[in-house]
């Protein structure tokens, strides 16, 4: 098992940047598939991007490619979520999750088996 710790939420207006953080401890880390999602409230959990153990493959839902990035610092045991022109659409808890499994396109909550406990990200018009 790895902790995972998110950071770098806050309120920003539309059009705006912000880059999440997700601190891992624990055993491992490099072999673990990251992944963050978000979950906005009355609505289900849904993905929004992916990286595989190394960063040598990235997915990301169609509703963020071209202006979220994922990334990943195995020496610092920490993978990032860059936001760039947001929108108030964007406005969600959003969590980052780990797991040992390969990375999928469009993987569900079910195959991570741990997770953070989410950084709020609030996006005004």
């Known amino acids: 098992q790895v902790q995972l710790v998110e950071s770098g939420g806050g309120l920003v207006q539309a059009g705006g940047s912000l880059r999440l953080s997700c601190a891992a401890s624990?055993?491992?880390?490099?072999?673990?598939?990251k992944g963050w999602f978000r979950q906005a409230p009355g609505k289900e959990r849904e993905f929004v991007a992916g990286?595989?153990?190394?960063?040598?493959?990235?997915y990301y839902a169609d509703s963020v490619k071209g202006r979220f990035t994922i990334s990943r610092d195995n020496g610092k045991n920490t993978v990032y979520l860059q936001m760039n022109s947001l929108k108030p659409e964007d406005t969600a808890v959003y969590c980052c999750?780990?797991?040992?499994?390969?990375?999928?396109?469009?993987?569900?909550?079910?195959?991570?088996?741990?997770w953070g406990q989410g950084t709020q990200v609030t996006v005004s018009s």
């Open positions: 999750a780990a797991t040992l499994s390969a990375i999928k396109p469009l993987p569900v909550g079910a195959d991570f088996g741990s």
């Open positions: 624990g055993r491992a880390f490099s072999m673990y598939t």
């Open positions: 990286i595989s153990w190394n960063g040598g493959s990235t």
